[in-house]
């Protein structure tokens, strides 16, 4: 919805590590109402980044950028030391899986729900992804396995189940980072706990991007911004952060 700033560039990014930084990046989806205020924060690979912060901070707008969705009015981001302004979208976007609890689930098979994705995986590349996505437990419980129509047809899925669909998938096509969208609305505490678990089943062979909405999703992670007012208003561990930040001390301690 705004002035032309869509000009990305041409050169693909190949062989990605999963490092981004963004650079004193100002974003607005309107003129002269800034949304993004001389951000800068990194992202190292495979690490697993948190972010948390009020409604309305920024947080899905820096993941907009990061998937190159938008692009910074001013100030650049970088994807292991290359400019955006250099680098095509799709390349940029073929390195990313978003992981969200609206993952589009098709009137079909699990298994065919899968390999949407990755028309040639076999069963065993399926099934690993499924037990790593920790759906396993879930599929084996249908009346037909991998072979049950999911979907308008068939059992329908919850937010967390969808959400793990969208990690098997993920780990099909393989890319190196991974951003997860925490939905508002809270998941169940045993949904909870396998998306914990499914996190910690890709730590340290992709970078992990997280917005949480519950904290106990990042308690382990490398690094966590606080974002307000589309600024990184304090980071560190979770351990630092309730020492050392009040409003993130409160959060956390709502939460319980
Ligand atoms: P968060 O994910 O932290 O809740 P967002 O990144 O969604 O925050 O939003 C940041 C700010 O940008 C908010 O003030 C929001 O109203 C505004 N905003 C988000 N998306 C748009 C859009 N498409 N057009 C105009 N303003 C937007
Ligand atoms: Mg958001």
Same mark, same amino acid.
């Given at each position: 919805?705004?002035?032309?700033?869509?000009?990305?560039?041409?050169?693909?990014?190949?062989?990605?590590?999963?490092?981004?930084?963004?650079?004193?990046?100002?974003?607005?989806?309107?003129?002269?109402?800034?949304?993004?205020?001389?951000?800068?924060? !990194?992202? @190292? #690979? =495979?690490?697993?980044?948190?972010? %948390? *912060?009020?409604? $309305?901070?920024?947080? /899905?707008?820096?993941?907009?950028?990061?998937?190159?969705?938008?692009?910074?009015?001013?100030?650049?981001?970088?994807?292991?030391?290359?400019?955006?302004?250099?680098?095509?979208?799709?390349?940029?976007?073929?390195?990313?899986?978003?992981?969200?609890?609206?993952?589009?689930?098709?009137?079909?098979?699990?298994?065919?729900?899968?390999?949407?994705?990755?028309?040639?995986?076999?069963?065993?590349?399926?099934?690993?992804?499924?037990?790593?996505?920790?759906?396993?437990?879930?599929? !084996?419980? @249908? #009346? =037909?396995?991998?072979?049950?129509? %999911? *979907?308008?047809? $068939?059992?329908?899925? /919850?937010?967390?189940?969808?959400?793990?669909?969208?990690?098997?998938?993920?780990?099909?096509?393989?890319?190196?980072?991974?951003?997860?969208?925490?939905?508002?609305?809270?998941?169940?505490?045993?949904?909870?706990?396998?998306?914990?678990?499914?996190?910690?089943?890709?730590?340290?062979?992709?970078?992990?991007?997280?917005?949480?909405?519950?904290?106990?999703?990042?308690?382990?992670?490398?690094?966590?911004?606080?974002?307000?007012?589309?600024?990184?208003?304090?980071?560190?561990?979770?351990?630092?952060?309730?020492?050392?930040?009040?409003?993130?001390?409160?959060?956390?301690?709502?939460?319980?």
């Amino acid at each position: 919805n705004k002035f032309p700033k869509e000009k990305f560039g041409n050169k693909n990014l190949s062989k990605f590590k999963g490092h981004i930084e963004f650079k004193d990046v100002n974003f607005s989806y309107e003129e002269n109402i800034p949304v993004l205020k001389n951000l800068n924060l !990194e992202v @190292l #690979p =495979n690490e697993v980044v948190g972010f %948390v *912060g009020p409604s $309305g901070a920024g947080k /899905s707008t820096i993941f907009n950028l990061i998937s190159a969705l938008n692009k910074p009015d001013s100030g650049e981001i970088l994807f292991d030391g290359e400019s955006i302004n250099e680098l095509t979208k799709d390349s940029i976007r073929g390195n990313l899986s978003v992981i969200s609890q609206n993952a589009y689930i098709f009137n079909m098979s699990i298994e065919d729900n899968l390999r949407i994705i990755k028309k040639n995986a076999t069963k065993k590349e399926i099934e690993k992804a499924c037990k790593m996505a920790c759906l396993d437990e879930f599929i !084996e419980s @249908l #009346p =037909n396995k991998y072979k049950t129509i %999911v *979907g308008e047809g $068939g059992v329908t899925l /919850s937010g967390g189940q969808r959400q793990r669909i969208a990690i098997a998938r993920a780990l099909l096509l393989n890319t190196e980072v991974l951003l997860f969208d925490e939905a508002t609305s809270a998941l169940d505490n045993e949904n909870q706990a396998k998306i914990k678990k499914a996190i910690d089943n890709l730590v340290k062979d992709h970078t992990i991007i997280i917005v949480a909405h519950r904290l106990s999703t990042i308690i382990d992670a490398d690094i966590i911004y606080l974002i307000d007012d589309g600024q990184v208003v304090d980071e560190g561990t979770h351990k630092s952060l309730l020492i050392k930040n009040e409003i993130y001390k409160t959060l956390y301690e709502n939460e319980e």
